[in-house]
DNA sequence: GCCAGATTTGAGAATAAGTCTCATTATCTG
DNA sequence: CAGATAATGAGACTTATTCTCAAATCTGGC
């Protein structure tokens, strides 16, 4: 079952009637790895009004089936969650570019300590800042 | 040397004067370990204009002085950066709880993967999300 | 100590992101 | 199909952050 299916499911699962403006964010969001901002998204459907795309957002991220990602700096980006497309970012101070990794040694660092804590954890978001390729180079 | 310290020192070398309002902010910043809000520090400093608040924030983040963390929802956190002080959060996501916690095997697996990279990884940022000993209890 | 020139600052206007309201439309249940 | 209720769009509204600009403050050279 893809994500999409998944997230249908469970939107249903948790009282909500199907709307055709909430089944296009969630096509949208379906189609894209990495994050989007609201307002992409909101200018990307025409016909879907903003309050209900923030609406939309809320209820996926409150089912964690979509994550906020706390890249730079005005807004956040919204991505979906998928074990399979796991990932972390980075980004660059200089240009903003956003470069996904992955990395399973951490991941295990992260897994251990959610379970030290005393916390329930379910979710987790690792950012690192620094500066890419092209503008190292630039600068030097 | 302390942050505070450390802090006007190299505000002065990258050519920086000194004004009464950035070190307010300044040490203000020195004596909380975790997060403040800007608009926080602009309600505890009432002699200080907001747009100085704002600035010094950029000045330091830029010197990698201060971080933004990126918690809960609405507005960015500040905090020192502080090799002895070094941690990351949990947050709570009823409540708002803001948790610091730190890992040495955490540490370690961003370290790898930033020599893994092709950035110059300047800082980073874990936020794990989840529901605090409290809000559980309740729930349940 | 005082001046010139450059930086810092505060107040408030201006933006931009995100939220709320409410009348209308669409879904679901029976 | 009808009634009850949830979903939706438009736009007003709130709140965080940025910008503008004139006045205050610094710093280095006298």
Redesign the interface.
């Known amino acids: 079952m893809n994500w999409a299916e998944q997230a249908t499911q469970r939107l249903e699962q948790a009282g909500h009637r199907s709307g055709g403006s909430r089944r296009k964010v969630v096509e949208l969001l379906a189609k894209e790895r990495c994050a989007v901002t609201a307002l992409e998204i909101d200018r990307r459907l025409e016909s879907v009004g903003r309050a209900t795309v923030y609406r939309t957002l809320e209820q996926l991220e409150k089912l964690h089936l979509i994550q906020r990602v ?1 890249i730079g ?1 005005d807004s956040a980006g919204y991505e979906r969650v998928d074990a399979e497309a796991h990932h972390h970012h ?1 980004v ?2 200089a240009c903003g570019l956003l ?1 996904p ?1 992955s ?1 399973k ?2 991941e ?3 897994e ?3 379970h ?18 092209s503008c ?1 180079s630039r600068d030097a």
């Open positions: 706390q700096g980075l660059c101070e470069s990794f990395s040694d951490l295990e660092a992260i251990a300590v959610s030290q804590t005393d916390f329930t954890v379910a979710a987790h978001d690792v950012v690192l800042r620094g500066t890419c390729p190292s």
